[in-house]
């Protein structure tokens, strides 16, 4: 089942902060993030694993609430670079080894200067 | 530089006609992925391989077909059962299929109907 990315899109002007949450029914092994610009590839961000961990990307970081089955991306200080669809994509905990990525709808992120 | 070439970057299908897209990578990744994205919608798995002679349908497989008889090549073909084929295709690579690894994407290729 598809996560539920909120919101769905956010204009910010530069040096703001944003907060991108991505929601999933089911219970997660990782939880993936990805930044695309208009008619560009997906650039990889970070990955969680479950156990609750955050990281850190420069001024973009994330978290993973196993229990809540949510990660939260936490962009600080936005630059006009930030621009862009941010995309999640969860695996759920499986018990066989097929794996795949179901990804969010996206949340497109406008930066005003 | 390593990375994943799709070709072509358009491309127009007739009526009734197969189309094939290509994806080649040089990352020496044993998995290979294609998606679809249609305006404004998130990705959603056509197929994907674990390695070479293998691949498996994702949930959209239905009018599409692939090989995977190099390691490095993941084509995919649209066939004309595929009655809506009008999206951006993008092909992905990692390490292995496990959660804990990164995919990294082509360029996409936006296919029309004419």
């Known amino acids: 089942q598809q996560p539920v990315q909120s919101p769905q899109a956010v204009i910010l002007r530069e040096g703001e902060d944003a907060v991108i949450n991505c929601s999933s029914s089911k219970a997660l092994y990782s939880v993936h993030w990805y930044r695309q610009k208009h008619g560009e590839a997906p650039v990889f961000l970070m990955i969680?694993?479950?156990g609750g961990e955050q990281k850190g990307h420069e001024k973009i970081s994330a978290s993973f609430n196993e229990k809540k089955q949510q990660s939260s991306l936490y962009l600080t200080a936005s630059q006009l670079s930030y621009s862009g669809t941010y995309f999640c994509g969860t695996e759920e905990t499986k018990m066989d080894s097929n794996y795949q990525l179901i990804w969010g709808a996206g949340t497109k992120l406008i930066i005003k200067p | 530089d390593g990375g994943i070439t799709q070709s072509p970057k358009y491309l127009f299908r007739k009526e009734g006609q197969n189309v094939t897209l290509s994806c080649e990578q040089n990352?020496?990744?044993?998995?290979m992925y294609w998606y679809r994205q249609d305006p404004g919608q998130g990705l959603r798995l056509i197929y994907y391989?674990?390695?070479?002679?293998?691949?498996q349908k994702g949930d959209i497989a239905e009018g599409y077909s692939v090989s995977r008889e190099k390691k490095e090549s993941f084509p995919l073909t649209v066939t004309s059962a595929q009655k809506n084929p009008t999206a951006f295709y993008l092909c992905?690579?990692?390490?292995?299929?496990?959660?804990?690894?990164?995919?990294?994407f082509g360029d996409g290729t936006r296919l029309s109907i004419l």
């Open positions: 992905a690579s990692s390490w292995d299929a496990g959660g804990n690894q990164p995919q990294h």
């Open positions: 969680l694993l479950k």
């Open positions: 391989s674990q390695i070479v002679n293998d691949f």
């Open positions: 990352l020496n990744h044993d998995a």
